[in-house]
């Protein structure tokens, strides 16, 4: 019977012990978790970093015309930037899956894809703008959005300026709500609450007209509700563009809609209710209808000109070392003829190492700029806002002037007046109302005395060279080192932005082949790491969290406060139990009795007046704060108190026949004694000051005197928690404590076992 009772009692704890861990051992699994996932259901304890191997889900695409590094950089940066033609023909793979940032990648282009080599633009191509443009410019008076196509010299420039577009236009929560909506204005138009165009057919004085009339706009309205009921089915889909196939098939639905005869009648009346559904009802839908046929037509024809096969279909490239890609860097930055004029700026750089390097270059351009207008009249208070302004106003007309093609450096002369400056830009675009504004803005900027054409072509040259080197920079620190690649492919790129979450793998082909062609393949992507990368994956939440806020500062000041305020709370909880337990005085045990009750009350109750106490001395953010009100704790009193009441009063008697005084005995005699109750009682007070998080937060504004819990709400934001790296970041927070509990748990186990005991 002892025997089942042992056995039940060890079953209890270890169901105990179990239900302990799990959650920690929860904490620490979801530390090495992907972001994908951390959501999963039903919940997993394992993790893809632990593989060698990640399949990752990537979506074709192909480079259509942006800022140059424009996920990069600074607000000053971006400023100065202008939006840059591609030199470089680009295919991108969007990465639709969790970041990887190391490894070998390996992608696959599925089937046998086609390709074209760059041409001119054909016939065909102009028939199908011209359609495009008649077509968009219908559906604008229905609500959609214009396909605004120029006139191109290349036909990859028409399908790349058209796709573009089209991923707008054809979205799936634009497109499909307005038709919807189209639809019941359509319906509402021939019937609303008994009014409409059903309303005026009681005016049709031939009774077999009328009754014709009435069955013909019945049945159109009911067409159109069971389309719109169908049409609901397209806003939920896997991609956020509909697809080849669903844009056919909603074309399908809108010619059954109009698929009505219409009646054969004579009176004039009816004629005309006829002509006005003909011309509001039926056209508009026959718009939408032939505008996605189209699209059809497009896509058929884009697939007709890739005459090309490609052979080898598998991408093969490294991520490669720091050391490599400063190399590259300094290369190409050589290489580079509009930052010749700029390579002391650059020398000055390198020779202090390449972080944020495209933010230095442009504030060292912006200090040499700011000085030039200080010598020239500009105040010191208002010489950076101005070179502000100047950056700003001087991107918006160089990008509003970006398609003229011309080199606008050239057409200005250093003698130019700014009246010949406004002249001469304003000619390129003489219609752009945005141009004149920018260049009456530039006007108001040049200080008086300078000589505007040479400073205009100075703030030109050091805005193309700030594009220049951010997508120089941008290009090389992302370039992957080619293992292996079909013949067209030049270079393998893969950019990424951890705040903002995306990833894209850029393909640089040769520059006769346009990467727009590549748009409409199928792709298989896949990430190879070895023993030292599975390593890195492993741990790289913690490292993200690390870098996530300034861990390392809060970690000193967890530290440094749950360290002092331990040290102080043992030498006044150890003073006030002496004075309650060894030495008499009057009124001894009705103080101590008085100390003992204030634990009743909840902490929170005296927030506010703590906090108001704190303020009226001036102690908001500093260690003042965090330290000085939490050295009492009544409980530390309590629990030194009960175990100095265990040693002999004898002891005391002697020590005190030989000469000692009460001083003396407390640190010499009874603290000694009492060390696992001073442990106990330290290591309760070091936790509690580790783990202290609302009072940190209150009378602490600035991060310098934060500590580790606090630190902690960093990873908390609007779009939810980042439940990895908070468990990450979590773990090594109470790291410390775990390793100076396990230290110290004989002591702890000793103190709390042997207190009050006689």
Same mark, same amino acid.
């Given at each position: 019977?002892?025997?089942?009772?042992?056995?039940?009692?060890?079953?209890?704890?270890?169901?105990?012990?179990?239900?302990?861990?799990?959650?920690?051992?929860?904490?620490?699994?979801?530390?090495?978790?992907?972001?994908?996932?951390?959501?999963?259901?039903?919940?997993?304890?394992?993790?893809?970093?632990?593989?060698?191997?990640?399949?990752?889900?990537?979506?074709?695409?192909?480079?259509?015309?942006?800022?140059?590094?424009?996920?990069?950089?600074?607000?000053?940066?971006?400023?100065?930037?202008?939006?840059?033609?591609?030199?470089?023909?680009?295919?991108?793979?969007?990465?639709?899956?969790?970041?990887?940032?190391?490894?070998?990648?390996?992608?696959?282009?599925?089937?046998?894809?086609?390709?074209?080599?760059?041409?001119?633009?054909?016939?065909?191509?102009?028939?199908?703008?011209?359609?495009?443009?008649?077509?968009?410019?219908?559906?604008?008076?229905?609500?959609?959005?214009?396909?605004?196509?120029?006139?191109?010299?290349?036909?990859?420039?028409?399908?790349?300026?058209?796709?573009?577009?089209?991923?707008?236009?054809?979205?799936?929560?634009?497109?499909?709500?307005?038709?919807?909506?189209?639809?019941?204005?359509?319906?509402?138009?021939?019937?609303?609450?008994?009014?409409?165009?059903?309303?005026?057919?009681?005016?049709?004085?031939?009774?077999?007209?009328?009754?014709?009339?009435?069955?013909?706009?019945?049945?159109?309205?009911?067409?159109?509700?069971?389309?719109?009921?169908?049409?609901?089915?397209?806003?939920?889909?896997?991609?956020?563009?509909?697809?080849?196939?669903?844009?056919?098939?909603?074309?399908?639905?809108?010619?059954?809609?109009?698929?009505?005869?219409?009646?054969?009648?004579?009176?004039?009346?009816?004629?005309?209710?006829?002509?006005?559904?003909?011309?509001?009802?039926?056209?508009?839908?026959?718009? !939408?209808? &032939?505008?996605? @046929?189209?699209?059809?037509? %497009? $896509?058929?024809?884009?697939? #007709?000109?890739? +005459?090309?096969?490609? =052979?080898?279909?598998?991408?093969?490239?490294?991520?490669?070392?720091?050391?490599?890609?400063?190399?590259?860097?300094?290369?190409?930055?050589?290489?580079?003829?509009?930052?010749?004029?700029?390579?002391?700026?650059?020398?000055?750089?390198?020779?202090?190492?390449?972080?944020?390097?495209?933010?230095?270059?442009?504030?060292?351009?912006?200090?040499?700029?700011?000085?030039?207008?200080?010598?020239?009249?500009?105040?010191?208070?208002?010489?950076?806002?101005?070179?502000?302004?100047?950056?700003?106003?001087?991107?918006?007309?160089?990008?509003? !002037?970006? &398609?003229?093609? @011309?080199?606008?450096?050239? %057409? $200005?002369?250093?003698?130019? #007046?700014?009246? +010949?400056?406004?002249? =001469?830009?304003?000619?390129?675009?003489?219609?752009?109302?945005?141009?004149?504004?920018?260049?009456?803005?530039?006007?108001?900027?040049?200080?008086?005395?300078?000589?505007?054409?040479?400073?205009?072509?100075?703030?030109?040259?050091?805005?193309?060279?700030?594009?220049?080197?951010?997508?120089?920079?941008?290009?090389?620190?992302?370039?992957?080192?080619?293992?292996?690649?079909?013949?067209?492919?030049?270079?393998?790129?893969?950019?990424?932005?951890?705040?903002?979450?995306?990833?894209?793998?850029?393909?640089?082909?040769?520059?006769?082949?346009?990467?727009?062609?590549?748009?409409?393949?199928?792709?298989?992507?896949?990430?190879?790491?070895?023993?030292?990368?599975?390593?890195?994956?492993?741990?790289?939440?913690?490292?993200?969290?690390?870098?996530?806020?300034?861990?390392?500062?809060?970690?000193?000041?967890?530290?440094?406060?749950?360290?002092?305020?331990?040290?102080?709370?043992?030498?006044?909880?150890?003073?006030?139990?002496?004075?309650?337990?060894?030495?008499?005085?009057?009124?001894?045990?009705?103080?101590?009795?008085?100390?003992?009750?204030?634990?009743?009350?909840?902490?929170?109750?005296?927030?506010?007046?703590?906090?108001?106490?704190?303020?009226?001395?001036?102690?908001?953010?500093?260690?003042?704060?965090?330290?000085?009100?939490?050295?009492?704790?009544?409980?530390?009193?309590?629990?030194?108190?009960?175990?100095?009441?265990?040693?002999?009063?004898?002891?005391?008697?002697?020590?005190?026949?030989?000469?000692?005084?009460?001083?003396?005995?407390?640190?010499?005699?009874?603290?000694?004694?009492?060390?696992?109750?001073?442990?106990?009682?330290?290591?309760?007070?070091?936790?509690?000051?580790?783990?202290?998080?609302?009072?940190?937060?209150?009378?602490?504004?600035?991060?310098?005197?934060?500590?580790?819990?606090?630190?902690?709400?960093?990873?908390?934001?609007?779009?939810?928690?980042?439940?990895?790296?908070?468990?990450?970041?979590?773990?090594?927070?109470?790291?410390?404590?775990?390793?100076?509990?396990?230290?110290?748990?004989?002591?702890?186990?000793?103190?709390?076992?042997?207190?009050?005991?006689?």
């Amino acid at each position: 019977m002892k025997g089942l009772k042992e056995i039940i009692i060890y079953i209890l704890l270890s169901i105990g012990a179990v239900v302990m861990l799990v959650p920690f051992a929860w904490m620490i699994s979801t530390s090495f978790k992907l972001p994908s996932e951390v959501d999963k259901w039903p919940p997993q304890w394992g993790s893809k970093n632990f593989f060698s191997k990640r399949l990752v889900k990537v979506k074709g695409g192909f480079d259509a015309e942006a800022a140059v590094g424009s996920s990069e950089g600074s607000l000053r940066e971006a400023l100065a930037s202008v939006v840059m033609k591609r030199k470089e023909n680009v295919f991108t793979l969007n990465v639709n899956d969790d970041l990887f940032y190391r490894g070998e990648l390996r992608v696959l282009i599925e089937g046998t894809p086609d390709y074209a080599k760059s041409m001119p633009i054909s016939e065909r191509a102009r028939e199908l703008i011209s359609e495009i443009k008649s077509l968009s410019a219908s559906m604008r008076n229905m609500g959609f959005k214009t396909v605004n196509l120029s006139d191109y010299g290349k036909l990859e420039d028409f399908f790349k300026d058209y796709f573009t577009q089209s991923l707008d236009e054809f979205n799936r929560l634009n497109f499909v709500p307005k038709l919807i909506a189209s639809l019941k204005r359509y319906s509402d138009l021939i019937e609303k609450n008994g009014r409409g165009l059903v309303l005026f057919t009681k005016r049709v004085r031939n009774e077999r007209d009328r009754k014709v009339l009435e069955e013909f706009l019945k049945n159109l309205k009911g067409n159109f509700v069971i389309t719109s009921e169908s049409l609901k089915t397209y806003l939920k889909g896997a991609e956020e563009n509909l697809s080849y196939s669903e844009m056919m098939e909603i074309a399908k639905l809108l010619e059954n809609s109009l698929n009505v005869k219409v009646p054969s009648v004579s009176d004039p009346y009816a004629k005309r209710i006829l002509r006005i559904v003909e011309m509001k009802i039926v056209d508009p839908v026959k718009k !939408l209808k &032939e505008r996605i @046929k189209v699209h059809d037509e %497009v $896509i058929k024809y884009y697939k #007709s000109v890739q +005459n090309k096969v490609l =052979k080898e279909r598998e991408i093969v490239a490294r991520f490669t070392s720091k050391e490599y890609r400063i190399n590259l860097l300094n290369k190409r930055l050589k290489k580079s003829s509009a930052l010749k004029p700029y390579f002391d700026v650059i020398k000055k750089i390198e020779s202090e190492g390449y972080e944020k390097f495209t933010e230095r270059f442009s504030g060292l351009l912006d200090e040499r700029l700011a000085k030039y207008l200080k010598e020239h009249g500009v105040s010191e208070d208002l010489v950076y806002q101005r070179v502000s302004d100047l950056r700003s106003v001087i991107s918006s007309i160089m990008n509003v !002037l970006t &398609e003229s093609g @011309k080199n606008l450096e050239k %057409v $200005i002369s250093d003698t130019d #007046s700014i009246d +010949n400056v406004k002249e =001469k830009l304003s000619s390129i675009l003489p219609d752009s109302l945005l141009l004149k504004t920018q260049l009456s803005k530039l006007e108001r900027l040049i200080p008086k005395g300078v000589k505007a054409g040479k400073f205009v072509k100075r703030l030109i040259n050091e805005t193309v060279a700030i594009s220049v080197i951010r997508e120089i920079y941008s290009n090389s620190m992302s370039a992957l080192k080619i293992l292996k690649a079909p013949s067209i492919v030049k270079e393998v790129r893969v950019k990424y932005d951890k705040e903002k979450y995306w990833e894209v793998i850029e393909v640089v082909l040769n520059k006769d082949i346009p990467g727009v062609y590549f748009r409409d393949e199928k792709y298989k992507a896949a990430v190879f790491f070895n023993f030292k990368e599975v390593l890195a994956n492993i741990f790289q939440n913690y490292v993200d969290a690390w870098h996530a806020a300034p861990f390392g500062r809060y970690y000193i000041n967890t530290v440094f406060v749950a360290t002092t305020t331990t040290i102080l709370e043992v030498i006044v909880a150890s003073m006030a139990a002496f004075a309650f337990s060894i030495l008499s005085f009057k009124g001894r045990d009705f103080l101590f009795g008085i100390f003992v009750a204030t634990m009743m009350v909840p902490g929170e109750v005296l927030l506010v007046p703590n906090y108001i106490t704190i303020s009226k001395f001036g102690w908001i953010d500093t260690y003042y704060a965090l330290i000085i009100p939490w050295i009492v704790s009544v409980f530390a009193i309590f629990l030194i108190r009960q175990y100095f009441l265990t040693l002999p009063k004898e002891l005391y008697d002697a020590a005190k026949i030989d000469g000692c005084s009460n001083w003396r005995y407390l640190w010499q005699i009874a603290v000694p004694l009492s060390r696992p109750v001073i442990i106990t009682g330290a290591l309760l007070k070091f936790v509690g000051s580790w783990n202290a998080f609302l009072w940190v937060l209150i009378v602490t504004n600035d991060p310098k005197y934060r500590t580790l819990p606090v630190g902690l709400y960093t990873f908390r934001g609007e779009a939810g928690d980042i439940y990895n790296q908070l468990m990450a970041a979590a773990t090594f927070s109470i790291l410390p404590v775990i390793i100076l509990f396990l230290f110290a748990q004989k002591h702890f186990i000793r103190g709390i076992a042997r207190t009050g005991l006689k």
